[in-house]
């Protein structure tokens, strides 16, 4: 089946560095790659996402990048903020539209 | 407009035991997911409804079941519960299939089977 690994598990930055999340994906009829983060006892939110037609997406301060080749995505953040502390997942839609997530990376911030 | 709503947030429940989670979707939104969330495991899926009909199901045992109601309300049951069971439920809505359009999540249901 489906299987979405995402590296690494926890991330510790200082404010203003870059942050990068890599996964990567088995199933090549994946086309559609969204980004959520998940705050400390709140829901998951879509923060960006990308389809299989595009290389790469920027919304500000994040950006993702997609290698279907190599089936794999990133997630980049830039000038981190202590506000962006929280748990990313990546995921992918399957062959079969089943929504499959990774588990998930805790990105510290430090001041 | 109103967002996806769990009920309940909380439920504590003994092993053996069955018990019944509930979504109610973005109004619009025909496609219900579920997920359970474990510390260590990420979201785990569960099933997807889309139209009163289950189109995907995830790898959970057959304790695991669920279904949709015409105005795309779904319910999540579990029966004989164990210790395992212990986890965060998820449900997301999209207006149609997940990947087509954006999924909203709920704040979800925290079930603790002791």
């Known amino acids: 089946g489906e299987n979405v690994e995402q590296h690494p598990s926890t991330l510790s930055v200082q404010e203003g560095d870059s942050a990068v999340i890599k996964c990567t994906y088995s199933?090549?009829?994946?086309?559609?790659f969204p980004w959520y983060k998940q705050e400390l006892g709140k829901r998951p939110q879509l923060i960006i996402d990308?389809?299989?037609?595009?290389g790469e997406k920027k919304d500000q301060r994040i950006a993702v990048t997609l290698n279907k080749t190599a089936k794999h995505f990133s997630l980049h953040i830039t000038e981190t903020q202590p506000e962006d502390s929280a748990v990313y997942f990546c995921?992918?839609?399957?062959?079969?539209?089943?929504?499959?997530f990774g588990t998930g990376t805790r990105l510290l911030v430090s001041p | 407009k109103a967002g996806v709503t769990q009920t309940p947030r909380y439920l504590i429940k003994t092993r053996g035991q069955q018990v019944t989670l509930s979504c109610s979707p973005i109004?619009?939104?025909?496609?219900v997911s579920w997920y359970q969330q474990t510390p260590g495991q990420g979201l785990q899926f569960l099933f997807e409804?889309?139209?009163?009909?289950?189109?995907n199901k995830g790898n959970f045992p057959g304790r695991f079941s669920g279904r949709q109601f015409s105005n795309s309300r779904s319910e999540m049951n579990v029966s004989t519960l164990e210790l395992g069971d212990s986890a965060l439920y998820l449900c997301?809505?999209?207006?149609?299939?997940?990947?087509?359009?954006?999924?909203?999540f709920g704040q979800g249901t925290r079930l603790t089977v002791v």
């Open positions: 995921a992918a839609i399957t062959g079969f539209q089943k929504l499959v």
């Open positions: 990308i389809r299989s037609n595009v």
């Open positions: 199933d090549s009829a994946s086309n559609y």
């Open positions: 109004s619009g939104h025909r496609s």
């Open positions: 409804y889309f139209s009163e009909t289950q189109r």
């Open positions: 997301a809505s999209s207006l149609d299939q997940t990947g087509r359009t954006e999924a909203f």
